[in-house]
């Protein structure tokens, strides 16, 4: 638990900020405790002062004094407020803009000296009201003599100084310097500045950076361990609360292990910009690599420890004015994105060769084209006109007003007025050009009346630009979804999408009733069991593949009629396997070296099997767990989860080629190697989705027989009893997790969650190890395609953004469990090899014990293992793969199912067929696994 700093020594000499805010602007105010108020400017008379007050729409304020003075808007836009404290004169005042037409108002909030509003200037969405400041005794100087205020008799706030960072800005009150006018930004929020100081002891030097902070009015929260400041942070996050800056002991690594610390920080959501110090010895600045280790794992800066805290103080300083305010700056970009994209005129941004760089949702409905057919294209092949004077005039840097011809889709032109403005970003060339379409006859309506784009998705090109967003609130962030318009070319879209779009058309035209009852219609029509999967037509004469995708995808009904009548009941996993877990696992360095690349997508999966001795599971898992900080996640010793390993591992069959542990290895690694993609590209799962999913990941095959539900069913098995034939397996996967989890105290690593906590994941894990039977394979991606790369928002087709997760979760697994076809080739045969091995070995069973015959091609003499690849690509993981990359970004999965795809091919035409042929041509990998129990 983080403790406050209250608990610290000298925590209470906080009140002051000395030496911030030098008054340079209006109504400048040394803001030091002793400071002189600044003298007269310009703007002032009649002993009168003008400052700045920015309108916000939040209810609680800060008066400089201190003290916070409730707004309560009023329905007829009239503000009745509370002053801030006995007859005290308040030197900022809340207002709405309605309250700027009522000085009277604003005269009662004063109960000392009169201010008056003198004037409303409005800068850019904001409005600020310029307010004439009571100056004279008696005034705002000596506000601070209000016990209320907390600050020292005389001393006035800088709250009326010009703020060079937002931590010297009051709260609610900005004024804005010249740069803020030339270069229009969103002033950044201005909470209160939190740290968060991670110090394993409280020593001298956690003391002083604990003093520096309070010196610039941070507020400080002080933890001692890894865990304990994941756990704040976590909390901060539930809060909505969040730490600007993080300091962390990096003194030693004894204590606390400052690099992955600022390594799981900077990969927890919501911390790109959270600013992140280590505190060094003076020593490690003599040699690079320890403080570049910290800056490579996300540190913004390294200082070196002081026990001087003025030397401390100004260092803090410097960050904050070079770190933090740009940070903070950068933050509110997001919201400039968001109002550009929904503006109703059209905006259009090139670079100065004239290639569209952007362009807002109404530059789609003018061109009646989707956003990757603008982005990256020549402005040229959008305009009639010729564009020669514009790049002329660009590169002078003036710019242009004037009639030009826009080319829609499809159509004639259409005359517009376009204005370009060139904007230098970087150096005094323009980088960019800014285009500025009015539309003839003014407004929306005017577009509205063009035909629309059939399948435009509601995103920009900054769909790829770094959002930050979880996958629950993929919902509302309509940008996210632009690269995934090629999901709409896949022949997959669920027929109800196509309803639900044209619903979500009639109700923008209709009445309210009707639109109520439209709304309940959707309701029901986004229930589960309406996406049926519109099932891809299987065209294929090869009869090994349809062998394989119809034994894949199609339920036990079919082979129900086939059983014969001897059929005998195959004893399943044994339940009491012991685990054996290697004492010294840490110390294999082979290991440990293999494993630093365990993220990496041409991981060596068999070599792990190999050195572990078939313990890969064991050791990527526990690596993994240690990556995702799966242990803190679960509040749980390593040793529970490693011996949860241990024990999961041994209830997978070595004797199975495929379904072994090494898959759930395999399984479990591609598994985080998406998260980290869904990290890099900022859509964050949250700690215990991320835990959950490589515990699904881990357990999904657990205690699998290397016999598939179809043959369970055939021959009478009591899993398939026990599951009534319906995804027997998958049923018995998810049941035996919990089983052996919940049954030894041991290795139950949920024993610390709380009840609704440990609900939650339990439910999660089931759905996901559930969702990777096969005979859903399309109905799971069908509903992924048509809600991740809808036209529609995702929050529209389903029932909540729970839901939405859920699909991406769902898609995680599914695509991690096959994406054997999707790795480096050599392990990509490998795997081929071991499937086919198995699907043999079931097939000699099947015959053995005159059971159906569920997959009659896998006959070890016939069988043409490239077909079945070429099948299994071209039917089941080809569309998904495209799916699942067009999501997270990650092209190498279709690069190199696409070299598969064509090695396969080579070798069908080559007449490499049988397991012996391409074990001639590909040397198994690793060990050859053990056919042994
Ligand atoms: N390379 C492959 N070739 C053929 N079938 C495969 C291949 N990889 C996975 N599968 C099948 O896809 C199924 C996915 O779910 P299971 O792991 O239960 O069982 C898997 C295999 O039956």
Redesign the pocket.
């Known amino acids: 638990m983080g403790c406050s700093t209250s608990a610290l020594p000298n925590s209470a000499s906080t009140t002051a900020a000395p030496g911030v805010g030098v008054g340079v602007g209006i109504g400048g105010n040394g803001g030091g405790p002793n400071a002189p108020l600044p003298p007269l400017d310009a703007n002032e008379k009649d002993g009168s002062l003008l400052f700045c007050i920015k309108l916000r729409r939040s209810r609680m304020r800060r008066c400089s004094c201190g003290a916070v003075t409730l707004q309560q808007q009023n329905g007829d836009g009239s503000t009745g407020s509370a002053t801030c404290g006995d007859n005290i004169m308040c030197n900022q005042v809340l207002l709405n803009p309605q309250q700027t037409k009522n000085e009277s108002d604003y005269e009662k909030l004063s109960t000392g000296k009169k201010d008056s509003i003198v004037t409303v200037a409005a800068l850019g969405n904001f409005t600020h009201s310029v307010v004439r400041r009571a100056t004279g005794t008696g005034s705002t100087g000596t506000s601070g003599t209000s016990s209320s205020g907390g600050g020292r008799p005389g001393h006035r706030k800088s709250s009326l100084a010009l703020a060079l960072t937002p931590e010297d800005e009051p709260m609610d009150v900005y004024t804005r310097n010249l740069m803020d006018l030339k270069y229009p930004t969103v002033l950044p929020p201005n909470p209160q500045l939190k740290a968060l100081l991670v110090f394993h002891k409280s020593d001298s030097i956690c003391e002083v950076v604990t003093l520096a902070c309070q010196r610039h009015q941070l507020d400080v929260t002080l933890v001692k361990s890894k865990e304990e400041a994941l756990d704040t942070l976590q909390k901060s996050y539930a809060t909505a609360q969040c730490y600007h800056l993080i300091i962390i002991d990096a003194r030693s690594t004894k204590g606390l292990d400052a690099e992955h610390i600022a390594r799981t920080i900077r990969h927890t959501h919501g911390h790109h910009l959270t600013t992140i110090i280590a505190v060094c010895k003076k020593s490690f600045f003599e040699k690079d690599d320890a403080l570049i280790a910290l800056l490579d794992a996300g540190v913004n800066r390294c200082i070196a420890e002081t026990t001087n805290l003025a030397m401390c103080s100004v260092e803090l300083k410097q960050i904050l004015h070079s770190i933090i305010r740009p940070h903070n700056v950068m933050s509110t970009q997001q919201a400039l994105y968001t109002a550009l994209h929904r503006l109703k005129e059209v905006v259009l941004i090139t670079d100065d060769l004239l290639r569209i760089q952007y362009a807002n949702r109404a530059t789609e409905r003018l061109l009646n084209m989707r956003l990757d057919e603008i982005i990256s294209k020549p402005l040229a092949d959008i305009f009639v006109s010729d564009l020669s004077t514009i790049s002329e005039q660009g590169k002078s840097i003036k710019e242009f007003d004037g009639i030009l011809t826009v080319r829609r889709k499809n159509q004639e032109g259409i005359p517009m007025h376009v204005r370009v403005v060139p904007v230098a970003c970087i150096g005094s060339a323009p980088t960019h050009l800014i285009f500025n379409f009015d539309i003839p006859g003014g407004g929306m309506d005017f577009i509205a009346t063009l035909p629309q784009p059939k399948e435009a998705p509601r995103g920009s090109l900054h769909s790829v630009r770094r959002c930050s967003f979880d996958v629950r609130s993929i919902a509302s962030d309509g940008l996210r979804r632009t690269s995934l318009a090629k999901l709409t070319s896949l022949p997959l879209e669920a027929p109800i999408t196509k309803i639900i779009n044209l619903l979500s058309q009639v109700q923008e035209n209709c009445s309210a009733d009707e639109a109520r009852l439209i709304d309940k219609v959707l309701e029901f029509l986004k229930r589960e069991g309406l996406y049926s999967p519109q099932m891809k037509e299987i065209r294929t004469d090869d009869p090994i593949a349809t062998d394989?995708i119809g034994?894949?995808l199609t339920g036990p009904s079919v082979y129900s009629s086939r059983r014969s009548s001897n059929d005998s009941i195959i004893r399943t996993g044994n339940s009491t396997r012991t685990a054996i877990v290697p004492a010294k696992m840490k110390a294999n360095p082979i290991v440990m070296e293999l494993l630093e690349e365990s993220l990496s997508w041409d991981f060596d999966i068999f070599k792990l099997e190999e050195i572990t001795d078939y313990h890969p599971l064991l050791y990527l898992g526990m690596e993994m767990f240690r990556r995702f900080d799966v242990f803190a996640t679960l509040n749980i010793d390593e040793n529970v989860c490693k011996a949860w390993l241990a024990v999961i591992e041994a209830h997978y069959h070595k004797s199975n080629t495929?379904?072994n542990s090494t898959?759930a290895a395999d399984v479990m690694q591609a598994t985080g190697a998406f998260i980290t993609q869904l990290t890099n590209r900022e859509m964050v799962m949250d700690r215990m989705d991320e835990a959950t999913a490589l515990i699904a990941a881990a357990a999904?095959?657990v205690d699998?027989p290397g016999r598939?539900s179809a043959f369970l069913s055939n021959s009478n098995n009591p899993l398939a009893i026990l599951y009534n034939d319906l995804t027997v397996?998958?049923n018995h996967h998810a049941a035996i997790t919990f089983k052996l989890t919940l049954g030894d105290d041991k290795i139950n690593i949920f024993k610390n969650l709380d009840k609704e906590t440990y609900k939650s994941a339990r439910s999660t894990i089931i759905d996901m190890i559930l969702a990777?039977?096969?005979t859903r394979h399309f109905e799971h991606l069908a509903k992924f395609v048509s809600v991740f790369g809808s036209e529609v928002e995702p929050r529209e087709l389903v029932q909540s953004e729970e839901e939405t997760s859920i699909l991406m979760r769902r898609m995680l697994i599914k695509v991690a469990?096959?994406s054997?076809?999707a790795r480096p080739m050599q392990y990509?045969i490998e795997?081929?090899r071991r499937?086919?091995e198995e699907?043999f070995m079931q097939t000699d069973e099947e015959k053995q014990r005159h059971l159906p015959i569920v997959m009659p091609m896998f006959d070890r003499a016939t069988c043409s293992i490239p077909k079945?690849?070429i099948g299994?690509i071209e039917y089941?993981i080809q569309d998904m793969m495209h799916a699942w990359d067009s999501f997270i970004d990650m092209p190498q999965l279709i690069t190199c199912m696409q070299i598969n795809y064509s090695q396969w091919k080579k070798y069908d035409e080559q007449g490499v067929n049988t397991l012996a042929d391409i074990m001639a041509k590909q040397p198994p990998v690793g060990n050859k696994p053990s056919n042994s129990k």
């Open positions: 394989l034994a894949l495929y379904h898959h999904h095959d699998h598939s397996l998958e990777t039977e096969m469990d096959v054997n076809p990509c795997w081929a499937i086919a699907y079945s690849q299994f089941i």
